[in-house]
T-cell receptor, first 113, second 117 residues
Framework: GAVVSQHPSWVICKSGTSVKIECRSLDFQATTMFWYRQFPKQSLMLMAT?????????EQGVEKDKFLINHASLTLSTLTVTSAHPEDSSFYIC?????????FGPGTRLTVL | AQTVTQSQPEMSVQEAETVTLSCTYD???????LFWYKQPPSRQMILVIRQEAYKQQNATENRFSVNFQKAAKSFSLKISDSQLGDTAMYFCAFMKHGSQAGTALIFGKGTTLSVSS
């Protein structure tokens, strides 16, 4: 398989603040990473595709100014939730593709108070 | 656009028994991959099994096997000799084939499987 890490695993923040989540591919290079959002007992919803060295591609309905994505290197993508509000509370998961399979980070639980 | 449908929100099985989870999908693509992922209470997504659409032989991984029916666009997962550790949410997923690194996985809504002793 392939190893994908995510940090932090859990974050609590106050409404109006920004939170950055990091996703790293530890043993392979990923030109593309994917960010998903998951509500309890629901499926994973694709938010955006993160491309190394270029702009991210956002799914319909996802605010690109709220969910800033930066893919600065072949092993690191970051998702910044700007001016977070309680409705942004969710579980965020990143993924990278290697050898035609998708591998996932352990996820980040975001709670906005 | 591709869609993945899992029609069983919840399933239960006794330890050591066999259970089958259903999945259907819709696509106009001819070459693609299908997957089953497991998400235990830790919420870490774990790849269970992968099937390449151009291969007729059904994939198997130890106690896990699939029944892939390309014409019917059906992709079911069979778990044999169920174990307590198999308790998890299972997601069926679709991905386009090829060197398109920018192609994401598309997921079904999931099936919650409970294994009891």
């Amino acid at each position: 398989g392939a190893v994908v890490s995510q940090h932090p695993s859990w974050v609590i923040c106050k409404s109006g603040t920004s939170v950055k989540i990091e996703c790293r591919s530890l043993d392979f290079q990923a030109t593309t990473m994917f960010w998903y959002r998951q509500f309890p007992k629901q499926s994973l919803m694709l938010m955006a595709t993160s491309n190394e060295g270029s702009k991210a591609t956002y799914e319909q309905g996802v605010e690109k100014d709220k969910f800033l994505i930066n893919h600065a290197s072949l092993t690191l993508s970051t998702l910044t939730v700007t001016s977070a509000h309680p409705e942004d509370s969710s579980f965020y998961i990143c993924s990278a593709r290697r050898r035609d399979s998708g591998f996932f980070g352990p996820g980040t639980r975001l709670t906005v108070l | 656009a591709q869609t993945v449908t899992q029609s069983q929100p919840e399933m239960s099985v006794q330890e050591a028994e066999t259970v089958t989870l259903s999945c259907t999908y819709d696509t106009s693509e001819n070459n693609y991959y299908l997957f089953w992922y497991k998400q235990p209470p830790s919420r870490q997504m774990i790849l269970v099994i992968r099937q390449e659409a151009y291969k007729q032989q059904n994939a198997t991984e130890n106690r896990f096997s699939v029944n892939f029916q390309k014409a019917a666009k059906s992709f079911s997962l069979k778990i044999s000799d169920s174990q307590l550790g198999d308790t998890a949410m299972y997601f069926c997923a679709f991905m386009k084939h090829g060197s398109q690194a920018g192609t994401a996985l598309i997921f079904g809504k999931g099936t919650t499987l409970s294994v009891s002793s």
